[in-house]
């Protein structure tokens, strides 16, 4: 991987390979950290951040749940964002706060610094270059989402990610793009790291945060798009076999952005392609960076 030169750390923009930490630092053990997945994409204003406040805004609601004290402003955060993306020359298309607990004493409950980075890369496409045209083939992970009141899903902390991990290297040892996680309940909850969008007769319906999930924000911007351009969505518990059964199905992410899934656990799903319902909500999401949806929220935000 060519990583970018230039990194932003505890208050400073420093190269890439300065920014370091303690093996000893609580996250690395216990895994107690909170982040965030942000793109950048290029308009045809410059480049701009897609909802880069609700994003940091989200870091410090996941803080708050882990009592992990971020020692910079919201506006210290979103600046820093920018600054790491002009200083590699605009020339990354993701970006990645993280604040997590430091070296200091051990212990579960030690009291320890908090840090804070911001990094940023070139991810391009998360899924594959074809993914969002082509679809992905899917299978439902062995592996279950945490049960209520055992590990916060709404929380976006690193800890969290480990079932993610489980599902997706599951998922491609045999063979497909992505897992599907159940959650305790045996309902669906989400992929390893997207949300989930089955299509019934020309409506959406998704899974409710109550599924053991991340109430993701590309999640919140679809079903925006959706209801503002007429189209029905619906939040309902959802049974695993209606994967099988649903006119199109696609999980959405920032990383992944609105990828189809052609098929799960070897089934076709419709027509076993991108359907007319998922590339509409395609072009009006790629549409608020080339101008064709306009950008009515406030969602970009110029570097």
């Not at 007429?230 to 059964?245: C, F, K, S, T």
């Not at 609105?258 to 392609?273: E, F, H, L, N, Y």
């Amino acid at each position: 991987m060519q990583y970018p030169q230039w990194i932003w750390q505890n208050g400073a923009i420093k190269p890439w390979a300065e920014a370091t930490t303690h093996v000893m630092s609580h996250a690395l053990h216990y895994g107690s950290s909170v982040f965030e997945g942000i793109r950048c994409y290029d308009t045809a204003s410059g480049p701009a951040i897609f909802r880069l406040t609700d994003h940091n805004r989200r870091l410090y609601l996941s803080a708050k749940i882990h009592e992990i004290d971020i020692p910079y402003s919201l506006d210290e955060i979103n600046a820093a964002c920018r600054e790491v993306i002009a200083a590699n020359g605009n020339t990354t298309d993701y970006l990645r706060p993280v604040a997590y607990r430091g070296l200091g004493g051990f212990g579960l409950s030690a009291e320890t610094p908090v840090d804070v980075a911001v990094a940023t890369w070139k991810m391009g496409k998360y899924l594959g270059d074809e993914a969002l045209s082509s679809g992905i083939d899917a299978c439902v992970s062995s592996w279950q989402r945490f049960a209520p009141n055992t590990i916060p899903a709404g929380a976006k902390a690193g800890g969290n990610y480990l079932s993610g991990t489980l599902v997706a290297r599951e998922a491609r040892r045999l063979g497909f793009g992505e897992g599907i996680a159940l959650a305790s309940t045996g309902l669906l909850s989400e992929g390893a790291g997207e949300n989930l969008f089955l299509v019934f007769d020309g409506a959406l319906h998704t899974t409710p945060v109550s599924a053991a999930l991340l109430n993701g924000i590309t999640r919140n911007s679809i079903i925006t798009l959706a209801r503002d351009a007429g189209l029905q969505v619906i939040e309902r518990d959802l049974p695993r076999e209606y994967l099988y059964l649903c006119d199109e199905l696609f999980m959405c992410g920032t990383a992944a952005e609105i990828t189809p899934i052609r098929s799960v656990d070897g089934r076709q799903v419709g027509a076993g392609k991108a359907g007319p319902v998922t590339r509409r909500i395609q072009e009006l999401f790629f549409g608020l960076f080339d101008g064709s949806t306009p950008d009515r929220y406030g969602w970009l935000e110029a570097v």
